[in-house]
Every structure is written in C-alpha cells, then in structure tokens.
C-alpha cells in the first residue's frame, strides 16, 4: 500500500503536470492570437507598386555597315550612256587666232574594212564593212600657223557598228571587239608630221597624225594618213590606217569550219565638223 507521503508525493507531480500543460497552451494560444494579427495587417496592407523599367538611355552600336554602305552607293558612278568624247586640246597651244569645229556625227563615220573567207562556201571571198556614225571630237585650226593645228581626243563608239549582217555584227560585239564591255575606241593624238606652213583657201593638204589608240582596252601606237580641205568655215577630211586585229586582241576572227577572216583590217574615218558657234 502506498503510504502517505507517497501519495502526497504523487499528487505535487500532477499538479505540476497540469500546471506546465495550461502553460503550454496558453502560450500557444497567444502565438495563434499573434499570427492572426500579422496575417490580418498583411492582407490590408496594399501592395508596393514596382516602377516600370526605364528605357536604356544609351542607343545600341550601330552596324558600321549601315553608315558606310549609302556612302559607297553615292560614290559609285551612275549608269549612262556611253560618253562622248573629251573635247582636250591635246597639243596644248591655242592662239588667239584659233577657229574650233567639232566634228558633227550625223555628217561623219568610221568604218572598217576585213577580207572573210566562207569556207563552207568553196572558200569564197568577201570583203565585210562596218560602219558607225556615233564620232565625237574637236579639231584645232590655225589659218596664220597652220603647224599650230591640232585635234583634240577623238571617240568612236564601237557598239554601233553595223555591216550587212546582223549575225556578224552579233558576233563581233558579243565574242571579239566586245563592244557592248569595251565600247569606246580613243584616238590620243600628240605628233603631226607634213602640216603646210602656210595655208590657201580650198586647197587639199596630206600630213601625218601619231598617237595612242585604244580599244578593247588596249592600248597601241598608231598613225594615220589625213588628207583635209578647208574652205572658208567649211571644214571636212578623211583620216586613214590599217591595224593588226591581233594587237588589239580582238582577233583575227575564226568559226569552226565556216569562216575565217585576215589579221590586217581597214579604218577609216570620214570627218565633217562645224565651226563652235556657227
């Protein structure tokens, strides 16, 4: 049996086991009290409001290409129609009595001359010629000193010459002078050789005219035989050579089997200029 004491004993450990457990439940009772009220402020409390994002202030790198390209595009030259001539004085003398013409293309042509052999034809024969109105170019004249005479840079557009046969002229433009890539061909005179030292109206003179021809972007020396009359304001002439194809090259020219043509071919140009003004 238990004794007194024990149960005296007994009893203090329940009364502090009870006590510790309303303790405990007090205090849990507050924390829930307390989470209740943080909750509640929370829920009332209105939500802070984020500022939008400002815009970068600094601009992105620019492609460099972009400033560049239109630049490019400005300096490139534009398309045309193949250039005249460049009217230059090329003896670089110009007296005070000086008479300009400029040569007038409706009057004027060049034209070339080549012997063709069809071989699909018994070999036959046949001189083609090929003609082109499009010459530009200036031409000096002194009648007090005739050797100060001198012609400017002359032009010839290429890409008009036109023979008797389309096909031909095809051929030529496309495949051998390619005129329709190398249109110009540019007389450079810098030597005259025979001019009379002295002049008379109407009369026919012969003299020499050096200089630098190109076509198909070469580059040779050349010399023509001129014959000219000047008469009054009335100006007109003939300038004439015979040039090797192959030094240009532009040929000769050769089609399998059907046709073959000579080395040597014939320019002459035929010149009406009007006197500047007039």
């Not at 046949?126 to 082109?132: E, L, R, S």
């Not at 009359?229 to 050769?254: E, K």
Request: proline share 6%; net charge neutral; hydrophobic share 35%.
């Amino acid at each position: 049996m238990l004794s007194c004491t024990m149960l005296v004993q007994l009893k203090s450990v329940l009364d502090s086991c009870l006590l510790s457990h309303e303790e405990f439940m007090k205090r849990l009772f507050y924390l829930i009290l307390l989470a209740g009220l943080v909750l509640s402020a929370c829920a009332v409390q209105p939500a802070a409001t984020s500022a939008p994002a400002s815009a970068p202030t600094s601009t992105p790198n620019a492609d460099p290409t972009q400033a560049a390209y239109p630049a490019v595009l400005a300096s490139q030259p534009t398309s045309q129609a193949y250039p005249a001539a460049t009217s230059e004085n090329t003896s670089g003398i110009t007296t005070s009595d000086t008479v300009i013409f400029k040569i007038v293309p409706s009057k004027s042509q060049a034209s070339y001359t080549v012997n063709e052999t069809f071989l699909n034809e018994n070999n036959r024969l046949n001189t083609a010629v090929g003609v082109t109105t499009q010459v530009s170019g200036e031409i000096y004249t002194s009648k007090a000193n005739p050797p100060k005479s001198s012609l400017g840079t002359i032009s010839i557009d290429l890409s008009k010459l036109a023979s008797d046969s389309s096909r031909r002229d095809n051929m030529i433009r496309q495949n051998f002078l390619e005129s329709s890539k190398f249109p110009l061909a540019k007389f450079v005179p810098d030597k005259y050789i025979g001019l009379p030292a002295s002049y008379q109206d109407g009369q026919d003179y012969s003299f020499k005219v050096s200089g630098n021809l190109t076509v198909h972007n070469v580059t040779k020396p050349v010399s023509f035989d001129v014959s000219a009359n000047l008469t009054g304001d009335t100006l007109n002439g003939t300038a004439t050579t015979t040039l090797l194809m192959s030094d240009f090259g532009v040929g000769p020219i050769s089609l399998m089997g059907m046709l073959k043509t000579e080395d040597k071919v014939g320019v002459k140009l035929t010149f009406v200029p009007n006197r500047t003004g007039s």
